[in-house]
């Protein structure tokens, strides 16, 4: 058991939006440790990419600073300047992997510092929405994702679909960028591999970003599944899996084990007998394949019987995906009653609980929220989470249910920061994804739609979601205060805010 005060852990995130910077560091707090990220003049401004020789320098510092107990490394950031910037940059593969000799610095220098990293394989998001992709996306984005689709199957020797005539309209340049950056990233990610494999770095996670079954991310898996397994190092040395913005948080929760060696032993639960086999939207696995490799990732182990935690998941609705608010007129039916009776168990388990709320993509199920709320259940998880993907939102769950056994374990947990971390949870992936959020776009079709939120209309929109989301707060945790509603990238997809809790209240 670690015997300082206050672990410190360095991030380097995969960008600047708050699930990449705060939500980890709330993770952390929970076990009563502490995340320094880089100065935010330095970090990313959506499409405007970070400083990556300041950034180099910050993790250089911060990792030869005897006061940092590990660290957690994006690739995208420390080679691109950030997420976005790993889809834009022009730099080419030579000035990219220049910059991987930060991280053999680092091991050379701090040999037994446990150092983390991930790096994601490039997505190509079925839309038409150019906000994180190149200016093209407008006009040939789903044609570029469909182009990927049929590259894998023509790699399977499996027959096109009708979707290859749009993929054969993308314009040769067009074609061309998008491949050429395709692969510049591909050499990047198995460079990834290559540091695992030298030891540079401990555990490796490769992710695959706003995936399908068959597409250009998941063909390039295959090929790092490949090296990865022809490597062989160790089985927990290098973990793909789809997933990104809930990696930081993964990673960090990983690196608390440095408080307290003993396994955490983490059970899944799922009241639909068929629900762990679906593959949910965004993804290109199992649902509960991916469950069992977030639990390895954050450095837990899958266990059948007796656990210090269970991860209660609520299955994706085998006939929906994304929310889109036309909830059924019969709100508290068979999947809904399943999953609240099997938090139910697992709350009288005396185990840590947690739910991964992942029935529909880009929100909770507010049928499932409400009824744990009128059951008097919610208030007594450990962790939840309902946002964007399953990977995001299982992965976040996991992170927040480990930093909890560890910290009580270690005699460092702090029952305020849990709180506030289930309440913001709560209040951002029920009460604005799913409540605020759809009243306020209404039927846009995410894929194409104008953003109510984007320009003049910011400010409007801010002031409709704090009433709205004051409002929601005041229905299960009493006495919390709403503070600073924001927008990290100016439109409605993503929101953050700050909470104050009662005087005295944690539990």
Avoid at 277 to 293: D, F
Wanted: with cysteine; charged share 25%; proline share 5%.
């Amino acid at each position: 058991m670690r015997e300082t005060t206050t672990m410190q852990i360095a991030l380097l995130p995969l960008d600047e939006r708050p699930v990449n910077v705060r939500l980890p560091a709330a993770v952390a707090a929970v076990a009563g440790a502490t995340v320094v990220v880089p100065p935010e003049g330095s970090l990313p401004r959506m499409r405007e990419r970070g400083d990556v020789e300041a950034l180099g320098g910050w993790l250089t510092e911060q990792c030869l600073d005897a006061r940092t107990d590990a660290a957690v490394v994006s690739l995208e950031m420390l080679l691109h300047g950030g997420l976005i910037a790993s889809r834009l940059s022009d730099d080419d593969l030579a000035a990219i992997l220049a910059r991987t000799q930060t991280l053999r610095t680092i091991r050379a220098a701090r040999p037994r510092m446990p150092v983390a990293a991930v790096s994601v394989v490039m997505r190509a998001s079925d839309s038409y929405i150019a906000d994180e992709e190149p200016a093209y996306w407008t006009q040939h984005g789903r044609d570029l994702h469909a182009l990927g689709g049929e590259l894998h199957r023509r790699f399977l020797g499996r027959p096109a679909t009708p979707r290859g005539a749009q993929a054969r309209a993308v314009p040769a340049e067009v074609r061309s960028d998008f491949l050429r950056r395709r692969l510049r990233n591909h050499a990047a990610n198995l460079a990834a591999v290559e540091l695992a494999a030298a030891g540079v770095v401990d555990p490796l996670l490769i992710t695959a970003d706003d995936t399908a079954t068959r597409s250009a991310g998941s063909l390039e898996q295959v090929w790092l599944d490949h090296w990865v397994q022809a490597l062989q190092p160790d089985e927990r040395s290098v973990v793909v899996h789809a997933g990104a913005d809930e990696v930081d948080t993964v990673l960090v929760s990983r690196a608390l084990g440095l408080l307290h060696p003993d396994p955490v032993r983490i059970r899944l639960s799922c009241a639909d007998p068929s629900g762990l086999e679906r593959v949910a939207l965004y993804e290109n696995s199992p649902i509960g394949e991916g469950a069992s490799s977030q639990v390895r990732a954050s450095g837990s182990i899958v266990v059948a019987g007796t656990a210090d935690a269970v991860l209660v998941v609520h299955a994706p609705d085998p006939d929906r995906g994304d929310w889109r608010g036309d909830l059924p007129e019969d709100r508290w039916v068979g999947p809904v009653k399943a999953t609240v009776e099997a938090v139910r168990a697992a709350l009288d388990s005396g185990a840590e609980v947690g739910v991964a709320d992942v029935r529909y993509a880009n929100g909770a199920d507010p049928a499932l929220v409400e009824q744990l709320r009128d059951e008097g259940l919610l208030g007594g998880l450990a962790a939840y989470g309902g946002w964007n993907t399953a990977g995001n939102t299982i992965g976040s769950v996991v992170g927040a249910l480990r930093a909890s056994v560890i910290g009580k374990r270690a005699g460092t947990f702090d029952a305020t920061a849990q709180r506030r971390l289930l309440v913001h949870r709560v209040l951002e992936d029920w009460g604005y994804q799913a409540v605020v959020r759809t009243g306020l776009t209404g039927d846009v079709d995410p894929r194409t739609g104008r953003d109510p939120a984007a320009g003049a209309a910011e400010a409007g929109y801010l002031e409709q979601t704090r009433r709205g989301l004051e409002a929601l707060l005041a229905t299960f945790a009493h006495g919390t205060r709403l503070e600073d509603v924001r927008l990290p990238w100016h439109r409605s997809f993503e929101v953050d805010f700050d909470l104050r809790l009662p005087a005295g209240r944690a539990g």
